[in-house]
Every structure is written in C-alpha cells, then in structure tokens.
C-alpha cells in the first residue's frame, strides 16, 4: 500500500514562506516513475492544481502561484517539496500531495493546512 504524508503546513503572516513536504512510502513505490503534484482545496471551491513535476523534471504551475511557488523533488527520498513565498491569504486551503503513475495508478495525501492570515 503506498501512503503519502504531507506536512509543514501551518499559519503564516501575509508575504512569508513555508515549505511543505510529501514523503511517498510503500513495498513497490519508486517515485522516479510518478508524476507529482500539489493540489490545493480552499473552504467551498473545487479542488486546484497548484503544481506538478514529472518523472523527467519538467514543472508547470498554476497561474496564481507562478512566480511564487517551487515544486522540487528528491526521488532518492521519495520526497516531493513545495516552497511556498510571498503567501497571500488566497493561498490559504488544505495542500494536498498526488503521485500519479503507471498503469493509472493515483495515490492522494491526507492533506496539510495552510492559513495565510495577520
């Protein structure tokens, strides 16, 4: 069973930084072969993807957060990384992790909250 655990979410003033973790663990699981994603969920919108790193590097970002946010990972680790600057309170939402992968394989994190606020 693969599981993976988000954490470093927490409260920030409006223009700080976090960095928010994912470690993938499981029997079989090789991160090198997954896509990686951050998706977020604020309080009655849809879930968004915030970012995504493939298998071979390459990023893309959402709009709203180009510029400001990083995605990285470290597949020695089976750890995915989002850094996280000049927050706004609109980036305020539960962050969640996704690994996406062979034969539609889909595994989500429990998610991590982020509160921008003063």
């Known amino acids: 069973q693969v599981q993976l655990v988000e954490s470093g979410g927490g409260l920030v003033q409006p223009g700080g930084s976090l960095r928010l973790s994912c470690a993938a663990s499981?029997?079989?699981?090789?991160?090198?072969?997954?896509?990686m994603a951050w998706h977020r969920q604020a309080p009655g919108k849809q879930r968004e993807l915030v970012a995504v790193?493939?298998?071979?590097?390459?990023?893309n970002y959402a709009d709203s957060v180009k510029g400001r946010f990083t995605i990285s990972r470290d597949n020695a680790k089976n750890t995915v990384y989002l850094q996280m600057n000049s927050l706004k309170p609109e980036d305020t939402a539960v962050y969640y992790c996704?690994?996406?992968?062979?034969?539609?394989?889909?595994?989500w994190g429990q998610g991590t909250q982020v509160t921008v606020s003063s």
């Open positions: 790193i493939r298998s071979g590097g390459t990023t």
């Open positions: 499981g029997i079989t699981f090789s991160m090198y072969m997954y896509a």
């Open positions: 996704n690994a996406a992968g062979p034969y539609s394989s889909n595994y």
